[in-house]
Each structure stands twice: as structure tokens, then as C-alpha cells.
């Protein structure tokens, strides 16, 4: 029995396939979701020849210190931004030293939410060295299906960025 519902564990092994067929090494960079899009992934046996790294950077200080977010996109933009999202991806690929590195940054609720960012507002991003993709989300639900959407939706967006059909 998993802790992932069957859309994410298939999107996760469809990107492990992916990466795998393509020789690449990916890495995570989680707020909202607290790290469950590397453990999707790492769901799957034999996931550790792509999975390299995830870090969990909840607060702004360790999305500076540990990613390279500019301490001016927070300011400016927030910490659940399509900028900042952008820059956590840069900044896990960089660091890591990988080809693809996946992002998330949102408000999962039941807290959080001001009049420009709902709860359930997500932010999302994949760098590669082909580029960059991001997506805006905003998802219904609780806590728990605010993360899963989350979840489901990070690795359909990394699926895309590897150029494989998901």
C-alpha cells in the first residue's frame, strides 16, 4: 500500500522512465508540498539512479541560504510567486549539479491566504537546460489534496520538460 493515490505514482514512474531513458539526474525543491514529490519518486525501487537530492526550504531564509532565491524576488514578489518558483528550480539544478530539478511553492491552507494568493494557489517549475516551465495553479480541497494536486501536477510539468508523452 502507498501513500500516493495512483495518478502520482504513475506520473512518478513516467518520469523516472523518462529521465532514465534520457540519462539524466533530477532533484527537488519543496515548500508546500514538505517533501513529497522526492518521496513519490522514491516510491518506485531503482529510483535512486535518478533521484539525486530534494531539499524542503518551508521558510524564506532557507529558500535564500540553501537554494540562491534573491532575498529581492521575495520582497518584491513573495514567497509563492511564479518568480520565486523559478529561481528554487534554478537554484536545486545548479546546486545539485543535475539536469532537471522540480519546484513547488504554495499556500496549502487552511492559513496563509491573503486577496491576491488563495489558499490553494501553487506555483510551479522544472529547469533543464533546454529551459525553463512554470505553472499557476490553483486547487480546491483540503491541506491533504492541495498537496497531492500539487504533487500530481509537478511531475506531469517535469514528464513535460523531459520531452516524453505523460
Known amino acids: 500500500m502507498s501513500l500516493f493515490p495512483a495518478d502520482c505514482l504513475a506520473a512518478a514512474a513516467t518520469l523516472l522512465d523518462a529521465c532514465r531513458a534520457r540519462g539524466w539526474r533530477l ?22 539512479h ?12 532557507a529558500k ?22 523559478r529561481e528554487m528550480a534554478a537554484g536545486a539544478r545548479a546546486r ?28 510551479l517549475a ?8 512554470h505553472e499557476r495553479h490553483v486547487f480546491h480541497g483540503d491541506r491533504s489534496a492541495v498537496r497531492l494536486a500539487s504533487v500530481a501536477a509537478a511531475l506531469r510539468l517535469a514528464i513535460r520538460a523531459t520531452g516524453a508523452a505523460g
Open 27 to 48: 532533484a527537488t525543491a519543496e515548500s508546500c508540498t514538505g517533501g513529497l514529490v522526492a518521496a513519490c519518486l522514491t516510491e518506485h525501487a531503482g529510483a535512486s
Open 64 to 85: 535564500v541560504a540553501l537554494l540562491g532565491v534573491a532575498p529581492a524576488t521575495l520582497a518584491a514578489e513573495g514567497a509563492v510567486s511564479e518568480a520565486t518558483a
Open 50 to 61: 535518478v533521484v539525486d537530492r530534494g531539499w524542503v526550504t518551508y521558510a524564506n531564509e
Open 126 to 133: 522544472v529547469a533543464t537546460d533546454l529551459g525553463a516551465l
Open 96 to 123: 545539485a549539479g543535475c539536469d532537471l530539478a522540480i519546484a513547488v511553492t504554495g499556500i496549502a491552507g487552511p492559513g496563509g491566504a491573503t486577496a491576491t494568493k488563495p489558499v490553494g494557489l501553487v506555483h
